[in-house]
């Protein structure tokens, strides 16, 4: 079966539309209306903080209100700032964790998005070594609980947070148990990773293909596409890479999406990832027409 096309809410929370963020209702209109087949969820409110939905009873008028425009979830985002995993101890992290995993089971997503939490300074030798090791404990004991409720983590790396070098990505992976941990592979992300080395600490580190390369570095952790776009460079806002609607950027996606097909025609969902954009709306219509070529093209 073919993935399914999905819309990140955020884009309706940041950027121009943090001082009238679009309500979650809105959003699910809107996305039901140009042909989207699901959302995929921001944690951060006015949209679906696990805080706002505490018991069954919350979580299930949730799923309800989804449901009811014929959506569903293809994933779960939640506002984790507080308890950046890389600086955070197991209890503290884990009870927070399991709120957010919740909420997953509530809307029947296994897709629970996570990052490292800290920005990509330069650490000493010692620095880095710890705060490393934090990851690995924390993730390694919610993947363990993960598959006890059936969630799964899913990393997204970006340039903004530690660990943002393509070898990095690759020893954490395989630091972490394999069958439940896995990796969102951000288009924008993964170029201004491989292509553009950016906000690397120290010697910058790119790869010959850029995201064909990584992609087949650690393809078999590759469980959930962000389709997205990128001008090549770091937003000021987020410090992040900036996101535009898909064939706006230097992304070549016929030769991206081409020779990592094998992988990505194999997930439930492709979502289209337009962080911070300045007319999400706009960017959302246009983006769903260009990621329905592409599903036919590569995927179907």
Not at 52 to 76: C, H, N, P, Q
Not at 159 to 165: G, L
Not at 208 to 234: A, E, F, Q
Request: net charge negative; proline share 5%; glycine share 6%.
């Amino acid at each position: 079966m073919a993935p399914q096309l999905s819309l990140g809410t955020w884009p309706f929370l940041r950027g121009p539309y943090a001082d009238n963020p679009w309500s979650l209702e809105r959003v699910l209109d809107f996305a039901a209306e140009v042909g989207y087949g699901g959302v995929e969820l921001s944690g951060y409110r006015p949209h679906a903080h696990y805080d706002d939905y505490d018991t069954d009873e919350k979580r299930r008028a949730l799923r309800e209100m989804i449901e009811s425009r014929g959506l569903s979830v293809s994933g779960y985002a939640p506002d984790l700032r507080h308890v950046p995993v890389a600086l955070t101890d197991q209890e503290t992290y884990m009870a927070e964790l399991t709120k957010a995993m919740a909420l997953c089971v509530g809307v029947r997503t296994d897709v629970l998005r996570v990052d490292t939490g800290v920005p990509p300074e330069d650490f000493t030798a010692e620095e880095y070594a710890e705060r490393f090791k934090r990851v690995v404990i924390n993730w390694d004991h919610a993947v363990s609980f993960g598959l006890k409720i059936g969630v799964a983590l899913h990393w997204e790396f970006e340039p903004r947070f530690f660990i943002n070098k393509p070898s990095e990505v690759r020893r954490l992976l395989e630091s972490l148990p394999e069958r439940n941990m896995h990796v969102i592979l951000d288009m924008s992300h993964a170029y201004m990773m491989t292509v553009m080395g950016a906000r690397q600490p120290g010697v910058k580190q790119t790869m010959p293909y850029g995201i064909v390369s990584l992609g087949r570095d650690i393809n078999k952790y590759i469980g959930h596409l962000h389709l997205s776009d990128t001008d090549g460079t770091i937003s000021p806002r987020s410090q992040s890479s900036t996101h535009v609607a898909l064939g706006h950027g230097k992304i070549d996606y016929d030769t991206d999406i081409f020779y990592l097909r094998q992988d990505l025609q194999k997930l439930s969902w492709w979502t289209v990832d337009l962080n911070e954009n300045d007319d999400a709306e706009a960017a959302a219509r246009e983006s769903f027409r260009m990621a329905e070529e592409f599903l036919h093209t590569y995927a179907i």
